[in-house]
């Protein structure tokens, strides 16, 4: 391409900043464009214009992605379902594995019992470089372990190649102590992992829980008798005992022991229409974490394992036997104005009233005399086969190993001495929730049930077996609470609530089979309330010393009857019954008793002087009276009893190893000289 100027066109202007030259003319340039440099120029220009075509399409896309990202994440982003998250997530299983042995709980699921984790620390003796250095650091850590002990074990003076090869140090280590071993690392020392049983309350129901081994396995109590179930069946076991019913019973128990100096003692609390035993407590005790330190005598369960004989408090089945076979009626009276002479000795009174009595004041004063009388009136075969309807000539079927067999004399042996001591509770011997268990129907109705440790479903109630008639236990609550109100029993009222109950205090037999000089044991047996009697309460106090507020005496009424009160007047309300007030007490307890001098209702003849015997009486009545019973001598109501023949197992009984008769009574040798005896509870 070539620049020309043609003529009268104005020179090219002068470039800025180029000097001026005078009139000097601009130089002329041409420049010469060919056809290739143009199609060059249109190739770069169109490349260049599809470059920024493609630039805007990129930034348009990526403004796209970007929305759209910003849409999804920020402004409405998709979250993954719960199945999306678990399915990305590892299975973890945190769940620890069930413990090996279940709970045991009361009655309202407070745990009484529970398996933990635990450590138990062993070692490998060949590892163990230097035992004595090694005892000495562990006893450090474990403060209570024997160092030249420990160091034997860990094969101190024993070469490398001859030591055990596995040793215990410690079945039994706390947190605490695991820890401070863990921090010595001593070669050859190791954990190894383990359940421990822990019992919360201590001592709270000891006997009744029992205890385990350092493995694990059931020692005593429930522990023992139901260690199958607790291995293999993962849910609580839950007992029939209410914890707080079971801490009073215990305290009140404890401070009777204490303020007369006992040896020990035995409370029941039992649910009179179910044989639930809501607490039951024997002492001493222990603390079952420690059963394996517990000495055997406070090992001992006084309440199920002891056999003791009862007293007074047996009179209950006295009376209750006579009137349920229709032999005698409350309105009969009996000669006690006399000692009963039975060889070389005599059955007394502690009271004598020297008069003849009706049976509710035979109960209310605590006659021994009377109650012979009536007893002598049945005879043995009554006898034995109302105590073996009633569970007293067998061991106790309770939820605990090894109830013992009471303690009687041979039933082919049984002649009139056994006969008459037996009705106050003498020369036999059984364990006090037998005795108890033989109550419940005297107040309950008539109706016998067992007694159990475990909790019963209401919904599904047992079924008991009737031993006796309704209006014979009704009869029998009324006299019961006469002995509360006016008799023996004073001791035992609780404000608010209508008590019925009875006294006992029998002799203690001696290691050589003879009774114990000045010794005995006080109880108590007790109902409530009596309009509608829910629970039973037996305090027994092993033994007592008198103290001043019992006057010199160690009876039934005084030691065992103001434990009873206190017991009573605090589970009352936690029972959910409330006490009486006012007119509403006073009605209930003229309804709820007896006189103690009943008169024979309309044509009929009450026994008494000149008719001392009914109708077939047996034949020992006619023999404390020296005469000879009329042929035939079976009682008018026999049949009725033949189904209460004694059980088998009732003939396999221990003899009771006494000399002489079986009773508390005292030689006369001519003076009025009566022994403390083991059925009379009389106040002063």
Request: contains cysteine; aromatic residues 6%.
């Amino acid at each position: 391409m070539t620049l020309t100027l043609r003529p009268g066109e104005p020179p090219p202007a002068r470039r800025k900043g180029a000097p001026e030259r005078g009139g000097a003319v601009p130089l002329m340039e041409n420049v010469r464009v060919t056809g290739s440099d143009l199609d060059q120029r249109r190739v770069l220009d169109k490349a260049r214009g599809r470059m920024v075509i493609a630039a805007l399409l990129f930034l348009g896309l990526y403004g796209v992605l970007a929305a759209k990202l910003t849409w999804s994440t920020v402004v409405h982003p998709l979250l993954p379902s719960a199945a999306q998250i678990a399915a990305m997530q590892p299975q973890l299983d945190m769940t620890p594995p069930p413990p090996s042995r279940a709970d045991i709980t009361d009655r309202n699921g407070t745990i009484l019992a529970v398996s933990l984790p635990g450590a138990e620390l062993y070692a490998d003796p060949q590892q163990v470089p230097d035992p004595e250095a090694a005892a000495q650091l562990l006893a450090n850590a474990m403060p209570g372990i024997n160092v030249a002990d420990t160091a034997l074990k860990l094969g101190a003076g024993v070469p490398v190649s001859k030591r055990k090869e596995f040793v215990y140090l410690n079945r039994k280590l706390t947190p605490q102590e695991e820890l401070a071993v863990n921090s010595l690392g001593i070669p050859g020392v190791y954990f190894e992992n383990k359940e421990e049983r822990h019992y919360p309350d201590g001592d709270l129901a000891s006997h009744i829980l029992g205890g385990v081994r350092v493995d694990g396995t059931g020692l005593a109590g429930v522990e023992q008798y139901f260690n199958q179930r607790l291995t293999s069946n993962p849910q609580p076991l839950v007992l029939s005992i209410d914890a707080g019913i079971q801490s009073i019973v215990h305290d009140e128990l404890a401070a009777a022991v204490k303020e007369f100096q006992s040896p020990g003692g035995c409370a029941i609390v039992m649910n009179a229409h179910t044989g639930e035993i809501l607490a039951m407590s024997s002492l001493p005790d222990y603390d079952v974490n420690g059963y394996g330190n517990a000495s055997r005598d406070s090992q001992f369960n006084r309440c199920v394992t002891g056999t003791y004989e009862p007293g007074s408090v047996f009179k209950l089945q006295t009376v209750a036997m006579a009137l349920d076979a229709g032999a005698v009626h409350y309105w009969d009276y009996f000669d006690t104005t006399h000692p009963l002479r039975i060889g070389h000795f005599y059955i007394t009174d502690f009271e004598p009233a020297k008069t003849w009595m009706a049976i509710p004041e035979i109960l209310n004063v605590s006659s021994n005399i009377g109650a012979s009388r009536i007893a002598a009136i049945l005879g043995p075969q009554i006898e034995q086969a109302w105590y073996a309807k009633q569970g007293l000539l067998r061991p106790s079927d309770v939820q605990l190993p090894g109830p013992p067999m009471p303690q009687f004399h041979p039933l082919n042996h049984w002649g009139l001495a056994t006969t008459l001591t037996v009705s106050f509770g003498a020369g036999i011997a059984i364990s006090p929730l037998q005795l108890v268990t033989a109550t419940l129907p005297i107040v309950n109705g008539g109706v016998r049930y067992p007694a159990t440790l475990l909790k019963i479903d209401p919904n599904n109630p047992p079924q008991g077996v009737r031993v006796m008639q309704q209006s014979t236990s009704d009869l029998m609550r009324k006299m019961m609470t006469n002995v509360v109100l006016f008799g023996t029993g004073k001791n035992a009222q609780v404000p608010g609530y209508i008590v019925g109950g009875k006294t006992g205090t029998a002799q203690v037999v001696g290691p050589n089979g003879g009774y114990l000089k000045h010794t005995n044991n006080a109880s108590f047996m007790a109902a409530f309330p009596m309009e509608d009697p829910q629970y039973v309460v037996y305090v027994l106090v092993l033994q007592p010393k008198p103290d001043a507020t019992t006057y010199g005496f160690t009876t039934g009424g005084y030691i065992a009857a103001p434990a009873v009160s206190r017991i009573i007047a605090r589970i009352g309300p936690m029972l959910g019954i409330l006490p009486d007030t006012g007119d509403q007490l006073a009605q209930l307890q003229q309804q709820l008793t007896v006189p103690l001098n009943p008169t024979a209702p309309p044509g009929a003849r009450a026994l008494g002087p000149g008719n001392p015997l009914p109708p077939g009486a047996n034949a020992f009545a006619y023999e404390l009276l020296g005469e000879k019973p009329p042929q035939p001598p079976a009682m008018p109501h026999a049949q009725a009893n033949d189904n209460l023949a004694p059980e088998p197992s009732a003939s396999r009984s221990t003899h009771v190893r006494h000399d002489g008769i079986m009773a508390p009574v005292s030689p006369m040798m001519g003076s009025h000289m009566t022994a403390r005896d083991g059925g009379n509870d009389g106040q002063a």
